[in-house]
């Protein structure tokens, strides 16, 4: 029998065959639409735990899934199938694969943490829903996130040197998320940013000279000099060194705590 | 004036009501149907209380031998009432061991019956030795082990299922319990005493811990001891190839069927009204509620009264009732019957 409310189906749980013939009769295309089944058949007891060792996710367990979360979120009110309900429901049952069918949206979080001041538990969703992305980043479930590219970048320079020069920050997050910083400022946003900070008026409509009076020297004057010299804090050397060992220990002692 | 009240039953409410009698300088018979005192929770082996969580043979026989100490208080163990004539302020009973009592008020602290899960026969009791109910667990905590009742193994993984017997018109109980999600989280936290290793999880429509018992029975038991809370009314209970039983049903949160195999299964099982209370509202001339429960008269004004003058009802004979509430009731009767031994000598004088 063909399903009509194939919405309500994960696609990957449809089955259909685009040439079917039975007894003589074509069945071919949605005709022949079967489902596999897709019962929930175990729990897995650790997957709470291991969610909980993540920095956020520490109380999730108090969920009793009275849905304040989901329907003060910012993003449900955008998109329904973004749930962090559901997504706590899954962590504390242990339901990783049903979890998993929702990689390509966890991390729309905008942490509003409006599900964080309702939470009548004090779940903190807003937490739950960093945990689960720094978890899907560390198995491999996703791509390593912008946002995570650009913390490596900031605190590998802190270690290195004690301090971070902006550009050489945005300099390397462009190159490792591929962003050519060529075309953002000829055709992209940062062309826009700029002239906008700076007031520019559009070339065709005002002089040369108006241009070039606003033109700023001193500023990328020294962002360049910071970029060849690249100042450290005095006597760095060793406190990075510490500081990197400290922080990879708290990483090692995490992993352990899940 | 007859200064004696007649009360049967001696469980809880009943025990509460004679310390009650007694303590205003009454005398009381009191009249049980088993041999030994203090109702359900000495008789089905309870384990700890709620919310004292002192032991039920201690704080339940704490109750009996206050009583049974008792100078003004007169014991009829494995007894009935037979007959009941006179009225208010004047009753005449007959008992089944031939004894006749005179007494001026008469209290009904008759309790109730444990649901029999047989009447949930898709739920596998009686079919699987591992599917048991509260009681039987509660005998477990009381022994000091939880074991699958068919070869004593630990279960590595227990679910309990709540509202069996309460809150289904498929089977003519259309009340709610009241106390089977405090029990089930109380037990659930004993099972983790117990066995810390064992994973228990309890599927539920609502839960109804009412009061104080919220956060210091479900909360403590979801986040200290973690309890696993399913939203899921269960289908049936089978067996699987392996030998685990296997619970399935639909879990309302995700949408979807499930089938998970479980070791021990366990129902929360509610409280019926007395098999016995036909027989005792012909015995002693009192109306019923329409699910079987002794009826009450107007309770504002006449509190614990039953449908006859006189007489009086409560505890678990009443509706699902708590211990704590039962106790209270018992107070609240003896309150009503002193009374009543009062009334006939104010009418006269």
């Keep these: 029998m063909p399903i009509h409310e194939k919405s309500l ?40 735990k291991t969610i909980q060792a993540y920095p956020g996710g520490e109380n999730v367990h108090r969920c009793w899934q009275c849905g304040s979360c989901t329907n003060s979120c910012t993003m449900y009110a955008i998109n329904t199938d973004f749930n962090p309900r559901y997504w706590i429901y899954l962590v504390n049952l242990g339901l990783k694969e049903e979890l998993l069918k929702d990689r390509d949206i966890i991390w729309q979080c905008v942490s509003c943490n409006k599900c964080t001041n309702i939470c009548p538990k004090d779940v903190r969703p807003e937490g739950v829903m960093k945990a689960l992305q720094h978890w899907m980043e560390d198995e491999g479930h996703v791509a390593t996130s912008p946002s995570t590219l650009f913390d490596e970048e900031f605190t ?103 | 004036m007859i200064d004696t009240v007649l009360i ?44 004292s969580g002192e032991w039920a043979k201690d704080a339940i026989g704490r109750m009996v031998k206050r009583v049974e100490s008792d100078a003004r208080v007169t014991i009829h163990r494995g007894a009935k009432v037979a007959r009941l004539t006179g009225d208010a302020g004047d009753f005449t009973a007959t008992l089944s061991d031939g004894a006749e ?141 392996d030998g685990r039983l296997l619970v399935k049903g639909e879990d309302t949160l995700v949408k979807r069927p499930i089938v998970i195999p479980f070791d021990l299964v366990v129902h929360a099982i509610g409280m019926d009204p007395n098999l016995d209370n036909p027989e005792i509202a012909k015995v002693f001339g009192v109306g019923l509620e329409k699910h079987g429960f002794i009826d009450r008269a107007e309770h504002y004004t006449s509190s614990f009264a039953s449908t006859r003058r006189g007489i009086y009802v409560g505890g678990a004979a009443l509706a699902p009732e708590d211990i704590d509430s039962c106790i209270s009731h018992g107070l609240a009767m003896a309150m009503r019957a002193v009374g009543d031994l009062h009334a006939p000598a104010q009418a006269a004088a």
């Design chain 1, 156 to 258: 590998r320079q802190c270690f290195d040197r004690g301090r971070i020069e902006d550009t050489e920050v945005i300099a390397n997050f462009f190159r490792r998320t591929g962003q050519s910083i060529v075309d953002l400022l000829r055709t992209g946003w940062l062309g826009i940013m700029i002239a906008r900070m700076n007031k520019w008026p559009l070339l065709g409509r005002a002089g040369l000279g108006t241009f070039l009076k606003r033109m700023p020297v001193t500023g990328p004057l020294k962002m360049g000099l910071m970029m060849v010299f690249k100042p450290r804090t005095r006597n760095w050397a060793r406190t990075g060194e510490v500081l990197r060992q400290y922080v990879e220990e708290q990483k090692r002692l995490l992993k352990t705590k899940a």
């Design chain 1, 9 to 48: 189906v994960a696609a990957d749980d449809l089955l259909t065959h685009d040439k079917l013939v039975i007894d003589g009769v074509d069945v071919s295309g949605h005709w022949n639409t079967m489902m596999k089944p897709r019962y929930v058949s175990d729990y897995d007891a650790d997957f709470q």
């Design chain 2, 101 to 241: 009592v005179r007494a001026g008020a008469v209290i009904l602290a008759t309790g109730f019956t444990h649901f029999d899960s047989i009447n949930k026969p898709e739920w596998g009791f009686g079919t699987f030795e591992d599917v048991v109910t509260t009681t039987q667990v509660e005998q477990m905590v009381a022994a000091g082990k939880i074991a699958c009742p068919s070869d004593g193994r630990t279960p590595a993984r227990v679910c309990i299922l709540l509202c069996v017997g309460s809150r289904d018109r498929q089977i003519g109980r259309e009340w709610c319990s009241k106390i089977c999600c405090t029990v089930s989280a109380n037990l659930a936290m004993e099972i983790k005493e117990l066995a810390p290793k064992t994973d228990v999880y309890i599927y539920y429509m609502d839960i109804r811990t009412f009061g104080l018992y919220e956060d210091k029975y479900y909360w403590r038991s979801q986040e200290e001891f973690r309890i696993k809370y399913v939203k899921a009314r269960i289908a049936e209970v089978t067996r699987g190839p």
């Design chain 2, 8 to 51: 049967v039953g001696a469980g809880p409410t009943g025990l509460s009501t004679a310390a009650g009698v007694s303590s205003a300088g009454r005398k009381v018979v009191l009249v049980e149907k088993e041999k030994v005192l203090g109702g359900a929770p000495i008789l089905s082996r309870y384990a700890k209380l709620v919310p």
